[in-house]
């Protein structure tokens, strides 16, 4: 494939390392020198120091050859622009464009779902961008799926199945400490798959005589009713939530708080399943600033919402919050939501969900601070844009950690080379695995055996080093 991207901030640099690792072509575009050359010394592709939303330069890198364009400046507007200006002329490229302006995301989304059936027939998509993508929204969505799971750890869910894949920590006194992977089937009858291992620092495919041991993190596929039991084999125990708090009104405490009181079949049901207008005392919102207070207040009258320093002791322990079940810190400070977690627990709150920049914090939040889930925003937003440039077979794309490893959604094509081949006759252990089948008609997603045949129109979920996933998508989806 063959990507231009206009912008070389963070997320266009982790863009263009995790594309040129898969052998794309890639084209960078910032007009900031200091930027460009900090690209130029770290990235093996194209690098140009030009306004990106001028087609004389646009063209200049062969947008009329290439497959998409990637739009992630630091304007709203010139992100925008340039997808519109280049669909004109290039209807056929993909174009994605970040947007942080909430106005743009809603109304848009608005407008597209109003005229669907315009939008699906001769119309051009609004604006010419095929995908328009808001950290804030992938952010508080990561967040409520990890709160919905019961803040175990990031959780992977899959459309129509209770199969999720859950990020748990070994601690000292689990059955799990000091044995093989082949050796855990002996220690309990939960039907589960150890997906991935993180240990000292490096995260890898197991295989059965990989040793677990404390301190190590585990990617585990299990239905979802049995994460609990999980969580103890590990060593830890998971308490129910029922009382939370929520840190910040800003842009994404306000979609965190939205999607939680609206979600009726989580464990959020019980705390708003009385009248819809009846304060409820275990649901508190927090922020320091009266505006963002008084406004959340008035959007969210379920809730009990205090305007003040959530790192004040005094008042966290005369509202009662110490003895809540979970925290939530989803400031735009992403340090101090680090800080405010682990502080939170130190004075007795049971668990803690941090936003934090990216995956780098993630670690210092979770083993160094005790913060039990940290949320990366800025591989949130890597992730959606990776999984639209995947193809159309490709539904989605999570990356594990630090990008080593990616778990991909697709549908095997007529033209895949697995077609109609057991399992274990394509398997390549340490290269991929495959997680999970659905075939057509089924209720939902299985984990297959080595006697599942793949066939054309199976949906599958696979894991590999993100070297390969180009490769093997190439296997199970066939030409994209």
Known sequence: MKIVIVGAGFTGIQLAKLLINEKNEVALIDNDENTIRHA????????????????????????????????????????????????????????????????????????????????????????????????????????????????????????????EIARILVNEGSVFDGITLKEIRGKTDIKFLVSYVEQDGVTSLPTGDTVIKAGDTLGVLVDKNQITAVVELCGSVQKEL????????????????????????????RLFGGAKKQRNQDFVIIDSDSELAKAAAERFPEARVLCADASDENMLREEGLTNFDLAICATHNHELNMILAAYLESLGVGQSVGLVRSHDFVEISEKHLGVDVAIPLRDSVVDSIMSHLRGKSVKEIHTITTGELEIVECEVTSDSKVTGKLLRDIADPGSYLVLLDKKIGSAGYAIPGGDTQITAGDHVVLISKSENTKKILSYFAGKQ
């Open 40 to 163: 130029q010394n770290i990235l093996d592709c194209t690098v140009v120091c030009a306004d990106g939303n001028n087609l004389e330069t646009l063209e200049d890198v062969d947008i009329a050859k290439a497959d998409a364009l990637v739009c992630v400046t630091s304007s709203d507007e010139v992100n925008m622009i340039t997808c519109s200006l280049v669909d004109a002329v290039y209807p056929d490229v993909l174009k994605i464009a970040r947007v942080r302006n909430y106005a743009y995301y809603v109304n848009t989304a608005k407008a597209e779902k109003k005229h669907s059936g315009e939008f699906g027939g001769k119309h051009r998509p609004l604006y010419g961008i095929n995908y328009m993508i808001h950290p804030d929204v992938e952010a508080a969505d990561a967040i409520v799926q990890a709160v919905e799971n019961g803040a175990v750890g990031n959780v992977i869910t899959f459309d129509n199945s209770d199969l």
């Open 242 to 269: 029922k009382r939370v708090v929520l840190i910040g009104a800003g842009r994404i405490g306000t979609i965190i708080a939205e999607k939680l009181i609206q979600k009726k079949t989580s464990v959020f049901a």
